[in-house]
């Protein structure tokens, strides 16, 4: 049995320490190569986790922190990591899940009811258009949160601001994040049953991969601005 246990408690693989630095599509990619098993590996603790709704944010949380792993290419332990992050943010991330989940049910409302009243008034095209952008908004902004949450255990509302500032500072790598998270429950459905077998493999972790990809640098850039921001202090002999 020692290869059962080896299969989830190994460290992943490495990469060479003088392999030229990748960046973009490029390091997407070379990740995606390197941790593929482990992503199938993340993704059946994801469902085993969330299978009683509740522990539904917490199980995304850990799966966060094992995602901002690969991103920073650094070893991880699937098993021992998934679940110590699940029991470090188990009510932080309900708490952030319950106030987003209604942040974007209420936008989500909003949206359809604008639409289905702007085919007949036009002048409701205009807050339809605010909905859409408020909603996209707090899409972007519960990505770059729930990274924020698990890369530094920072205060609530200081959270809030530097997930805010980061949304704004660089919303585009957060919303093809949530395109390639579209793109794979599109495929799910559009190539059932052939792809019947997706969700129980990759959606979840690859999909949690590319939101952790996406926002990591904006995220460490919001956490380095308190340094950059410190006055430099003159010492005189």
């Known amino acids: 049995m ?14 060479p320490k003088d392999a030229p630095a990748k960046t973009g599509l490029a390091l997407f990619a070379d990740i995606l190569a390197r941790e593929w098993w482990e992503m199938v590996k993340l993704n059946i603790l994801f469902i085993l986790t969330s299978l009683f709704v509740v522990t539904l944010p917490a199980a995304l949380a850990a799966m966060a922190r094992v995602s901002v792993a690969f991103a920073e290419d650094r070893n991880t ?20 899940g319950l106030a987003l989940a209604g942040a974007l049910a209420i936008g989500v409302h909003a949206i359809v009811t604008y639409a289905a009243g702007a085919r007949g008034n036009l002048m409701l095209a205009a807050p339809l258009a605010i909905a859409l952008v408020a909603t996209a908004f707090l899409a972007v ?19 809030l601001r530097l997930a805010a500032l980061a ?41 949690m991969f590319a939101v952790a990809f996406g926002v990591h640098r904006a995220a460490v850039l919001v956490l380095d601005l308190p340094k ?4 430099h202090r003159r010492f005189i002999k």
């Open 228 to 231: 950059a921001m410190r006055p």
């Open 141 to 159: 902004l519960a990505c770059h949160l729930i990274v924020l949450m698990v890369m530094r255990d920072l205060p609530a509302l200081r959270l």
């Open 77 to 96: 332990y699937i098993l021992r990591d998934f679940l110590e992050a699940f029991r470090q943010y188990f009510w932080r991330a309900i708490a952030w």
């Open 2 to 15: 020692q290869w059962l246990r080896d299969m989830w408690t190994k460290a992943g693989p490495g990469i």
């Open 167 to 207: 949304s704004v500072a660089r919303p585009l790598p957060a919303l093809a994040a949530l395109a390639v998270n579209a793109t794979l429950w599109l495929a799910h459905i559009l190539f059932y049953p052939v792809s019947v077998f997706m969700p129980a493999t990759v959606n979840f972790s690859l999909g």
